[in-house]
């Protein structure tokens, strides 16, 4: 098979990587139920919390097939069906190469009140979101602009709760023990803008120490500044307040389906549809924050504003500081290669 065009212009490029040492390597099992989570509803025809590319007739049956193996599979089961019921393609977009970036879900102290260290409120999803046209933007909803209309969910600390707007969930500790979870709702419509950016454009941290932790520690010590840029970043996420019944599950992804740690990932939802399985290749941080191999197969399960592009992938590295820690260290290329269909056009 010829190289073919696909998304933005990209060029799909026939692989041998089913018959490689790193495809030979992977757990296709851990894949296998990955991509379970999701085939589970696109099978039902489930709604997605963010609607994306429409699924392709091949991979709602490759879903359906995926389904009825999930009581016997084994790791050469699992093997075996992506082999069968995909062909590979590497994506070589039009300028550059994959690049890969990180995200995780924090796990932050909370308040069902306002406080000294819980002085924000995260906000559920206001009623006429759709029907007014433009939705105020992030400085003027901080100033006020949504007051008094009990969109009150539970109350964080400032630069916690931006962070769980980028991140699009979290992980909450209540002061009486519980656990609670934030799950993305919606948002305001507006564009993102990376803060980190902004810090580095101003010579206020140089653009090679720029890491999560980085910013947040700087966001810290200059509170007058951090209210400013963070508010240079127009767009605002709502989110819907949730029970946390099972703390080993992951949050749920833009496509309904939990996530799972080195599995998930979000896409550009204009250029794949969710439950697109990909092979990733790269050097990323590991727990120890050196750069090491990493390969394997993800999952499209998420999407997110900054993340466009057809070789554009952030992976989801799991809850809480550790995993944090190990996304925000990563800016690095890569090698992506798609699984499409093999009934595909």
């Given at each position: 098979m010829r190289p073919r065009?696909?998304?933005?212009?990209?060029?799909?490029?026939?692989?041998?990587?089913?018959?490689?040492?790193?495809?030979?390597?992977d757990d296709h099992l851990a894949a296998f139920r990955t991509f379970l989570l999701t085939a589970e509803r696109i099978a039902d025809d489930a709604p997605a919390v963010r609607s994306g590319r429409a699924t392709r007739p091949a991979l709602a049956a490759a879903?359906?097939?995926?389904?009825?193996?999930?009581?016997?599979a084994d790791a050469a089961t699992a093997r075996r069906f992506f082999e069968r019921r995909f062909r590979p393609v590497r994506i070589e977009p039009r300028e550059g190469s994959a690049f890969f970036t990180g995200y995780y879900e924090p796990e932050i102290a909370a308040s069902p009140v306002r406080s000294p260290a819980c002085p924000v409120a995260a906000l559920g999803l206001p009623d006429d979101l759709v029907r007014i046209a433009p939705f105020p933007d992030r400085a003027a909803i901080e100033a006020g602009a949504l007051d008094g209309r009990g969109l009150e969910l539970v109350w964080l600390d400032?630069?916690?709760?931006?962070?769980?707007?980028?991140?699009?969930?979290?992980?909450?500790?209540?002061?009486?023990?519980r656990r609670m979870r934030l799950a993305y709702a919606g948002r305001n419509g507006r564009p993102y803008r990376a803060i980190g950016r902004i810090v580095v454009e101003e010579g206020h941290v140089p653009l090679a120490e720029m890491t999560m932790d980085r910013l947040k520690t700087w966001l810290r010590a200059h509170p007058g500044d951090a209210d400013r840029i963070m508010r240079m970043n127009p767009s605002y996420v709502f989110f819907e307040l949730l029970p946390d019944p099972d703390p080993a599950r992951g949050p749920t992804g833009a496509a309904g389906a939990a996530l799972t740690p080195m599995r998930s990932i979000a896409v550009d939802r204009t250029a794949w549809s969710y439950g697109t399985p990909f092979f990733a290749e790269?050097?990323?941080?590991?727990?120890?924050?050196?750069?090491?191999a990493f390969c394997g197969l993800i999952v499209a399960q998420d999407t997110g504003t900054a993340i466009v592009g057809p070789a554009r992938v952030d992976l989801f590295f799991g809850t809480g500081d550790a995993a944090g820690a190990r996304a925000g260290l990563v800016r690095h290329p890569g090698t992506l290669t798609a699984l499409l269909p093999r009934s595909a056009s």
């Amino acid at each position: 098979m010829r190289p073919r065009t696909g998304p933005a212009g990209a060029r799909l490029i026939p692989s041998d990587l089913f018959a490689g040492s790193a495809w030979a390597a992977d757990d296709h099992l851990a894949a296998f139920r990955t991509f379970l989570l999701t085939a589970e509803r696109i099978a039902d025809d489930a709604p997605a919390v963010r609607s994306g590319r429409a699924t392709r007739p091949a991979l709602a049956a490759a879903c359906r097939e995926a389904l009825s193996l999930r009581r016997t599979a084994d790791a050469a089961t699992a093997r075996r069906f992506f082999e069968r019921r995909f062909r590979p393609v590497r994506i070589e977009p039009r300028e550059g190469s994959a690049f890969f970036t990180g995200y995780y879900e924090p796990e932050i102290a909370a308040s069902p009140v306002r406080s000294p260290a819980c002085p924000v409120a995260a906000l559920g999803l206001p009623d006429d979101l759709v029907r007014i046209a433009p939705f105020p933007d992030r400085a003027a909803i901080e100033a006020g602009a949504l007051d008094g209309r009990g969109l009150e969910l539970v109350w964080l600390d400032r630069i916690e709760l931006f962070f769980a707007q980028v991140q699009g969930s979290a992980r909450l500790r209540m002061p009486d023990g519980r656990r609670m979870r934030l799950a993305y709702a919606g948002r305001n419509g507006r564009p993102y803008r990376a803060i980190g950016r902004i810090v580095v454009e101003e010579g206020h941290v140089p653009l090679a120490e720029m890491t999560m932790d980085r910013l947040k520690t700087w966001l810290r010590a200059h509170p007058g500044d951090a209210d400013r840029i963070m508010r240079m970043n127009p767009s605002y996420v709502f989110f819907e307040l949730l029970p946390d019944p099972d703390p080993a599950r992951g949050p749920t992804g833009a496509a309904g389906a939990a996530l799972t740690p080195m599995r998930s990932i979000a896409v550009d939802r204009t250029a794949w549809s969710y439950g697109t399985p990909f092979f990733a290749e790269a050097r990323l941080p590991d727990p120890s924050g050196v750069d090491a191999a990493f390969c394997g197969l993800i999952v499209a399960q998420d999407t997110g504003t900054a993340i466009v592009g057809p070789a554009r992938v952030d992976l989801f590295f799991g809850t809480g500081d550790a995993a944090g820690a190990r996304a925000g260290l990563v800016r690095h290329p890569g090698t992506l290669t798609a699984l499409l269909p093999r009934s595909a056009s």
